[in-house]
């Protein structure tokens, strides 16, 4: 989707990196607790360092809800994640998202109208009564509310297995239409015993999904068909290589990543998992990681008694998490220490009441 980011004055573009940190540091001393730098761990550096709390985008959800107190949140992630901190906070809160064009290719490969009619088709085919939608936080509060709404749930990468669980025991779900990544609609199915002829997935673009009417009665699991074009990158091949190279390696990837390649891995789990994994690793423990690569890079950095390196040694960075940068960062909080609000997000009371439901149903399972 494309967002109108405002071109940034000069003081900003030309400005080298040491004087814009001595300012971010500036702005934000101005505006003490009245500000909460949230950053997730795609981040760059040059953002990372100046978090009042970083985390997947589960953790940060929750840190934005558990503060009411501070009139400002400065998201340093994408457009869904600050959303949905706008929908879990109250009316008086601020979100700020440092630059406009901070989306994600996955959440946009799922909108409104296409879900809309998948949901008339699967009303044709088979009825909608005992279906339970479930999106991952990786969507648009417009979905997040279509899900609400229809007595579903959002779910993270974190909690998935927890959500989908709910969706099957306490909604009494015949079968999930998951949005919008397919990848971790199938891992997660997986992982709670179903197979791979339980899923089906659906293709927004041809008519009933391009399923046929038995293929959907008999799925459990409708898949969305998104996917995330950094996870899609990693491969069994890369795994097998990695092993080859040293057998004491540890792989450890994301669940967005292809099922094969979560099959082989000798582990999975969301960005915040994934740290925590690396990091209370044994000293001399080699890793392969199939995530982002700051995060990677800063996982390396940090852990210097260890041996981390990124599954895929040409890996891209997420081009929308990357947009924030120190300049982006030290605009939004001068305007912000000089009274001025650049960049808020901001859902409209309808989508986010219904937004709110689905986001609090998974702050209640998990
Ligand atoms: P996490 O919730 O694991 O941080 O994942 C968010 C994301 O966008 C991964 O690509
Ligand atoms: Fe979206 Fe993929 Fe970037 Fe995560 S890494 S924000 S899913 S494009």
């Not at 985008?57 to 994408?78: N, W």
């Not at 989908?164 to 990848?183: G, I, M, N, S, Y």
Request: proline share 4%.
């Amino acid at each position: 989707m494309v967002r109108l980011q405002q071109v940034l004055p000069e003081r900003y573009t030309t400005a080298p990196e040491y004087e814009l940190a001595a300012r971010i540091g500036t702005a934000k001393g101005k505006l003490g607790d009245r500000v909460l730098v949230l950053c997730h761990h795609y981040q760059r550096d040059e953002v990372y360092e100046w978090a009042d709390a970083t985390g997947d985008s589960f953790k940060l959800a929750r840190h934005a809800a558990d503060h009411p107190e501070v009139p400002f949140i400065v998201f340093c992630g994408v457009h869904f994640m600050a959303e949905s901190a706008d929908v879990l906070t109250h009316d008086e809160q601020v979100v700020i998202l440092p630059d406009l064009n901070a989306g994600c290719s996955m959440a946009d490969m799922a909108d409104t109208e296409q879900v809309l009619d998948a949901w008339d088709d699967l009303d044709d085919l088979c009825g909608t009564d005992r279906i339970v939608p479930i999106t991952y936080m990786n969507s648009s509060a417009a979905l997040k509310a279509f899900v609400g709404e229809h007595g579903g749930a959002v779910c993270t990468s974190s909690n998935a297995r927890a959500v989908l669980t709910w969706a099957f025991e306490e909604q009494r779900a015949e079968k999930v239409l998951f949005f919008p990544d397919q990848h971790l609609g199938r891992n997660t199915a997986v992982q709670l015993g179903h197979s791979l002829q339980d899923c089906a997935v659906w293709n927004p673009h041809h008519e009933f999904g391009g399923l046929e009417e038995r293929e959907v009665k008999a799925a459990t699991f409708l898949l969305w068909k998104g996917h995330c074009s950094v996870h899609q990158r990693f491969t069994v091949d890369q795994i097998e290589r990695a092993r080859a190279e040293n057998p004491q390696v540890r792989v450890i990837v994301h669940p967005e990543c292809a099922h094969e390649v979560v099959r082989a891995a000798d582990h999975v789990g969301s960005t915040e998992v994934i740290l925590r994994t690396v990091t209370d690793s044994e000293p001399g423990t080699a890793w392969a990681v199939g995530t982002e690569i700051h995060m990677v890079q800063r996982l390396a950095a940090n852990n210097p008694d260890k041996a981390v390196a990124s599954l895929d040694p040409l890996v891209c960075p997420c081009s929308t998490m990357f947009r924030i940068d120190a300049p982006h960062l030290c605009w939004a909080l001068e305007n912000l220490a000089d009274g001025n609000v650049v960049n808020r997000i901001e859902v409209d009371s309808a989508t986010a009441h219904w937004a709110r439901v689905a986001l609090q149903r998974m702050l209640d399972i998990t």
